[in-house]
């Protein structure tokens, strides 16, 4: 199947500062990449939609200053945790589907274990 | 929007039994559903699939089973063994927005 790489697999940040988080698709272009927060034991939480060459569209309740989305490239999303603070530690993950028209499976990043201390 | 409720949180069998997980969407427009096993620490990984125009599908020991006019979806796993144990997340998603709602998963504990 499909390749999605996310980096760095775990960061460990001051509070306060900025971390970026990429998510690249390294055998296909993915016109369309979703980011998602999971917290323990807990189910994906679908934070934003990343077009490429748009802007993100986000999920109520997100705070699109907060975590800022870039899709520069049909192979590359970045998701940014502006000013972390402890309440921001969670496992970040991506997603990317092949082709636009029609729903087909999804193929995750590994996913990125954020701790802000 | 689409809501999907899984359950149950928490399944634990005996090897060699079955398993059934259970998951209801509220979109009469959802038309795929597909099923992803996580294991421990690692990322989802779609294991089957279903779409609106099948009722039910099957792949070795895993099968999907859609009822839509109930707007119910079924994994089932048979001869479990303990490399099944995971969390198991159901989706669905929308035709048009083919953004996939999940449920909140079910920790699957197969005992040897």
């Known amino acids: 199947g499909a390749v999605v790489s996310q980096h760095p697999s775990w960061v460990i940040c001051k509070s306060g500062t900025s971390v970026k988080i990429e998510c690249r698709s390294l055998d296909f272009q993915a016109t369309t990449m979703f980011w998602y927060r999971q917290f323990p034991k807990q189910s994906l939480m679908l934070m934003a939609t990343?077009?490429?060459?748009?802007?993100?569209?986000?999920e109520q309740g997100v705070e699109k200053d907060k975590f800022l989305i870039n899709h520069a490239s049909l192979t590359l999303s970045t998701l940014t945790v502006t000013s972390a603070h402890p309440e921001d530690s969670s496992f970040y993950i991506c997603s990317a589907r092949i082709g636009v028209s029609m729903n087909t499976e999804a193929f995750f990043g590994q996913g990125t274990r954020l701790t802000v201390v | 929007g689409e809501n999907v409720e899984q359950h149950p949180s928490t399944l634990s069998v005996q090897e060699g039994d079955s398993a059934v997980i259970k998951c209801t969407y509220s979109d009469s427009a959802s038309n795929y559903f597909p099923w992803y096993k996580q294991e421990l620490g690692k990322r989802p990984q779609l294991i089957i699939d279903i779409r609106s125009n099948v009722g039910e599908k099957k792949d070795q020991r895993i099968a999907v089973t859609l009822n839509k006019t109930a707007k119910h979806f079924s994994l089932h796993i048979t001869e479990t063994q303990p490399e099944d144990s995971a969390v198991y997340f159901c989706?669905?998603?929308?035709?048009?927005?083919?953004?996939?709602?999940f449920g909140r998963g079910t920790s699957l504990i197969v005992h040897p």
């Open positions: 990343s077009n490429e060459g748009s802007k993100a569209t986000y």
């Open positions: 989706a669905a998603s929308v035709g048009g927005s083919y953004i996939p709602t």
